[in-house]
């Protein structure tokens, strides 16, 4: 796994320094501070630091509502309201900080998040360690779908697996060969590491601090949970998802109702459901719709045949 | 109306400067370009510059599909797709200045978009002009519902409209007066025009550029054009509206489908909707949702009695 | 003072409630948190929250810097490096949250720091309090310079002061008398409450929480602690800078030896002052310099004559 | 060099392909619109689009000034005070959309600049040309000082330098065939585009549309022309330096004289300077500054011995 033993003796010591604050916590999150969630073959998820819970949200939407609203609705509800009406400002009021350690090609896909806070390990300050990330042999998947299409389709047969895995794992290994050979100074003047590292691969895992506030986050798992995101950044997502899930329940909880298990409709979509409910049947001939939003429209609703 | 002889000049010399280019040009805002779009009863919108058109949105999202999609689908088809998965990114590609006249009170609720650029008049520079904003008598409406509640109910009776328009008309004419009083050198020093403004109502009238690209320009029109936005920025939103689909009429069509006239449906919603088109009977009682939440299911779908 | 009975002992109870954390935590803010400390005449500046503190940005640029640097610097080292290069990142790992009450004018001039989180008090569902932002004499200064100046000279006479103040006092208490009149529904129906506020002065007070980090903060506090910025928005900065001050010592010592008390020279007088530094007599005619700069340099820099 | 026959075909298409138009023009720009401006061994910069000129800067600065500013002073005057000044949201009103093909690690670098909009060539769809960024021999440099240190110091000798461009060009050409062979489907299933391309080394050249206004812009310059950059980077931020030059020449003059050649001294190098001016000697020993300070304040200001 992806902690040293120095790593790790400095998280207990982190974990069991404990002072007193005036400030909102979360009792949830406090109890996972700092621990590494891990992800991948070498890669995790840690909590550093976090600003404000549940009541923290509702707090700032009071303000907004002023007198008028206060006691009017309980939090849970008031909660509910903002997430289902899309008053983002109230979840900007919640902050949280990670150490995510991750292959460079989840980085580059995981950067496009412009609001957000960076600090990445610099590769021309410091020499990158030996790990590469090594998909499992049953992520291993086939292209899907014609030219132009992303995504995986099949899983690769064990034969083809294993030559594609000696294929990366090779080319890691040997490319990491030639970067340390390179740098060393032996025999030679070492060559500059902002050059020497330019030849190493995406899989290669890099690390980064990162902040970002829980409107934004949840976007961010809200687009990178979907089923189109690729796997890799999928599985820090999830992780993403279970500490948004420990840090503010019922942030999570209306999230969930209102965002990702929520269904958008087209005009015209809305507009067959509509002639749908009222008794009509409804055909793909007549509805109008792209064969592919007829599909994805089929497979949430039943129209029978 | 907003236009002094001045500006009305201006306006037209800059019409007529005509100059070749070899960027993406939109025929139909070139037509509307400098002109002023009348807005409220001193406010205008003017489109000053732009950039991109439909075809500027369709070439930057075929350079992420590279060679993959090139041709596989119409450009009107992309646009489309691109906005029903929320690929946003192309769409930020466009951009627009505007120069807008509007009361402060809307003025504080437009900047609340905070990606846009913007420079306003300065009331530390220069004196502003004698121009309030005063509703016309069908938009003086009464508070809506309960305490707790945003948003306009009846309109008022003749007698009481005509009361609140002599009380807005003069105190804004009397604190005009005091305002050029303080300003006033003759016999005194002319107090600080910074100090002087302060007691300014926020019906009276600044003005800004306004940068802002395409992407956020519809999220400023989706949220501002809603039926809970106070009216008076919703008519400004409205114009906007008219100047999108004459700048990027391809982009426009789809937004109306996939974001104007879409219905999000939360994930209770969805599975209610999935059980009456499986020929259940769907009552309230027993949907879980709160009397709003099926109230507003029922004004779009209508589930029978 | 801006606090009600009620405010007041919310306040105590807020500072009084205490729990455990293994968070990073800033004694010196803690020590502060919730008080209510005051700007103006009715107006406040309240921490709410905060996230990080000297050793987070240390923590954060570490992670930059890999095995390299540990240890090489000391944390204060450090931080004087990364604010001297302005390597803005780490400072954007701490995050401040704020409860502030303030006149409308001073909030319009606040919002234009976009990159920070908002939520206010909105006079669309609340009514507005009787607060008015009554300059001190001593504040009510005359316009400064010519036209096309912004900024404050002398101060009026007393005599003048008296005629200002009681203009400011009269107006803003009548517009909030008629304000009360037409939202009353005595006798009529009330006018909503989104239009009875268009007529009240920007001088009237409002609030809001005020989310940011600490890099966008001190950016914040040098553009508005300038001398050219308005007294009454300085008046709020000052105490801003207080508050880091006790948040991030060592943050703040960087900030006024890099920041604050630092001195941009242009190229040219960068040039010259290098001639004089070699020796040469440098006049205001061989400068090259308009003579606003030439001025502005003479101000730092003792040329002799 | 970079181009393909096609795309040269379809640059000269773009650039014969003239329409007229009532916007702002920058005559330096439509010169160079479209055409490609080569940077490293493969990459290039080309302008697809802008939005304003000199003149815009001016027109927006004169809206926030009004009727005060009109005409006291000059344009380039006015130019020059918002850029000492810092009043930069003026040159946010002009906007540039730039095509780029940049390595991927040089894009790492780029990317870090969040206000900017981006479309990235996605090798998630399409499949990654053959095309690695080899460097040129006198830029192969040795690593600079101790460790903990990012930067060059001296070139390699040619025994040197050779091994290390075989082994960049060897490990990229062998990867790159790795990567053909996995995605093949002769005899297999091709291996899916987002998982074949992990092991493509950093040096590979991605592509993207990017788009950025004009502060920005500058901003970007002013850090990526530091001596403290990367070369490979720095080269193409001169190349942007050099467009920018043609864009809007009065801005770029006065960036150079205030941003690009100004000096920036802290509070303790101010009071030396001041001391010195005044006709102190100063030390070293009695300056208080760290060694590596006064060493740069000396390179700059010379103190004599």
């Given at each position: 796994m992806?902690?040293?033993?120095?790593?790790?003796?400095?998280i207990?010591r982190?974990?069991?320094?404990?002072t007193t604050?005036?400030?909102a916590?979360?009792?949830?999150?406090?109890?996972?501070?700092?621990?590494a969630?891990?992800?991948?073959?070498?890669?995790?998820?840690?909590v550093?630091?976090?600003?404000g819970?549940?009541?923290?949200?509702v707090?700032?939407?009071?303000?907004?509502?002023?007198t008028g609203?206060?006691?009017?609705?309980s939090?849970?509800?008031?909660?509910?309201?903002?997430?289902r009406?899309?008053?983002?400002t109230?979840?900007?009021?919640?902050?949280i900080?990670l150490?995510v350690?991750?292959?460079?090609?989840?980085?580059?896909?995981?950067?496009?998040?412009?609001?957000?806070?960076?600090?990445?390990?610099?590769?021309r300050?410091?020499?990158?360690?030996?790990?590469?990330?090594?998909?499992?042999?049953?992520?291993?998947?086939?292209?899907?779908?014609?030219?132009?299409?992303q995504g995986?389709g099949?899983?690769?047969?064990?034969?083809q697996?294993?030559?594609?895995?000696?294929?990366?794992?090779?080319?890691?290994?040997?490319?990491?060969?030639?970067?340390e050979?390179?740098?060393?100074s032996?025999n030679?003047?070492?060559?500059?590491?902002e050059?020497?590292r330019?030849?190493?691969?995406?899989?290669i895992?890099?690390?980064?601090?990162?902040?970002?506030?829980?409107?934004n986050?949840?976007?961010?798992?809200?687009?990178?949970?979907?089923r189109?995101?690729?796997?890799?950044?999928?599985?820090?997502?999830?992780?993403?998802?279970?500490?948004?899930?420990l840090?503010?329940?019922?942030?999570?909880g209306?999230f969930?109702?209102?965002?990702?298990?929520?269904?958008?409709?087209?005009r015209?979509?809305?507009?067959?459901?509509?002639?749908?409910?009222?008794?009509?049947?409804?055909?793909?001939g007549?509805?109008?719709?792209?064969?592919?939003?007829w599909?994805?429209l089929?497979?949430?609703?039943?129209?029978?045949?």
């Amino acid at each position: 796994m992806a902690l040293t033993p120095e790593q790790a003796a400095e998280i207990e010591r982190q974990r069991s320094t404990v002072t007193t604050t005036s400030r909102a916590v979360s009792p949830g999150l406090e109890e996972v501070l700092y621990s590494a969630h891990e992800v991948l073959d070498h890669g995790f998820v840690r909590v550093i630091d976090y600003m404000g819970n549940d009541d923290a949200v509702v707090q700032a939407a009071r303000v907004s509502y002023g007198t008028g609203t206060k006691k009017k609705r309980s939090d849970a509800g008031l909660i509910r309201f903002l997430m289902r009406h899309r008053h983002t400002t109230p979840f900007e009021m919640c902050e949280i900080k990670l150490h995510v350690k991750l292959p460079i090609f989840v980085a580059r896909q995981w950067i496009r998040h412009r609001t957000a806070s960076v600090n990445e390990y610099s590769a021309r300050y410091s020499k990158l360690d030996r790990e590469f990330y090594l998909p499992a042999k049953e992520h291993l998947a086939a292209q899907a779908g014609a030219a132009g299409r992303q995504g995986r389709g099949n899983i690769l047969c064990d034969e083809q697996a294993d030559r594609v895995l000696a294929s990366l794992k090779g080319d890691s290994a040997l490319t990491y060969q030639h970067y340390e050979q390179m740098l060393s100074s032996e025999n030679q003047q070492g060559l500059a590491r902002e050059l020497a590292r330019i030849n190493l691969p995406t899989s290669i895992y890099t690390q980064w601090y990162w902040k970002i506030d829980l409107h934004n986050l949840l976007h961010f798992i809200k687009l990178r949970t979907d089923r189109h995101a690729q796997l890799e950044i999928r599985l820090y997502a999830e992780e993403l998802a279970r500490l948004v899930r420990l840090w503010v329940p019922t942030v999570w909880g209306a999230f969930e109702e209102y965002e990702q298990g929520a269904i958008n409709l087209s005009r015209s979509q809305a507009e067959l459901i509509r002639r749908r409910v009222a008794g009509e049947r409804i055909t793909h001939g007549e509805s109008g719709l792209t064969a592919r939003e007829w599909k994805e429209l089929c497979e949430v609703f039943d129209f029978g045949s």
